[in-house]
């Protein structure tokens, strides 16, 4: 699919173009999962050679960072599907050509849908093919921000769950416990994939930087002071993601250890009752016994002697336990 934008009455909007007829003024064409009669028109327009899928997932920086007669490519890993229960992390490449945006995904994160609807309220902010890249940039830092923002409170719920502080009193049991390590693992890989992506953004608003030293000042002004508020903003989404990171391992940590002492507990009470009815056990076998002469066993108050020595057996153990403060 090919989406085409262009400068109109001030703000960018989409237009209908073919690949093999892009507009003298076009300023941005999106490129998801493009077709071969999709993409050629469009790198033969602007005379570029887009990196292919695989190219795009290489990790190294000269592939995924280069400039090229006179076009800079620019490879970041975005995070998709952040809601659904297998979010996704995939490369997206972003082209400056002749002042020109294209962008390569095989995905759809939300910021290029969302951005193309608000740009297209703001009169006079994008005149540029630069502009129109930063302030796409800028939609997926902040789509990144809420993203965070979300699991952040969502990890908030899930150590309230843990440590007890919860609307039910009722305490958790295995297959709680059993939910909420799931929970924590998934937080912990969407919060792995969001940092794999401030990564790559950093790294791409650094070689953004080096690419536009050489020209004018007053024609970088406002770019550079986009790419400034958006590496502060990378930056401290970096370090909270470290924050989450360090926070979801640490309530994993606390889940096994209250998990290990569920069991204790358990063997401790098994352990108790075991020890509790030994006694008594002991002292019904030796009556249970086939000797010929067990002197008490015809006697009248035989009967009545031993059982009150069975439930004392097992009643001296419990206050003994109880007073130790076993169980």
Known sequence: MMRVFVTKDGCLRQIDA???????????????????????????????AAPTREEMQEIEASSRLYQEDGAAFMTA?????????????????????????????????????????????????????????????????????????????????VSKEV????????????????????????????????????????????????????????????LKGHIKTMSRDVASLADHTTYLANKITYLQDATLGMVNIEQNRVIKVLAVAGAIFLPPTVLASIWGMNFHFMPELDEAWGYWAALTLIALSAIVPIIYFKWRRWF
């Open 77 to 157: 890993t975005i995070v998709s599907r952040a809601e659904t229960e297998s979010p996704e992390s995939n490369a997206a490449t972003f082209i400056i050509a002749d002042g020109k945006l294209v962008t390569l995904r095989y995905s759809d994160p939300l910021p290029f849908t969302s951005f193309p609807q608000r740009a297209s309220r703001q009169p006079g902010q994008w005149p540029t093919g630069d502009m129109v890249l930063a302030g796409l940039l800028e939609a997926i830092v902040d789509r990144t921000a809420d993203i965070l923002e979300r699991v952040s409170f969502e990890v908030d719920g």
């Open 18 to 48: 073919a690949p093999e007829a892009l507009p003298q003024d076009v300023l941005w064409v999106d490129l998801l999962s493009p077709t071969p009669d999709e993409l050629k028109p469009v790198e033969q327009a602007l005379k570029i």
């Open 163 to 222: 440590f007890g502080q919860r609307p039910s009193t009722k305490p958790l049991d295995a297959g709680d416990f059993l939910d909420v390590l799931v929970k924590l693992g998934r937080k912990h890989d969407l919060t792995g994939k969001v940092r794999e992506s401030l990564i790559s953004f950093t790294r791409l608003l650094t070689f953004l930087t080096q690419t536009i030293e050489g020209r004018p000042p007053k024609d970088t002004k406002d």
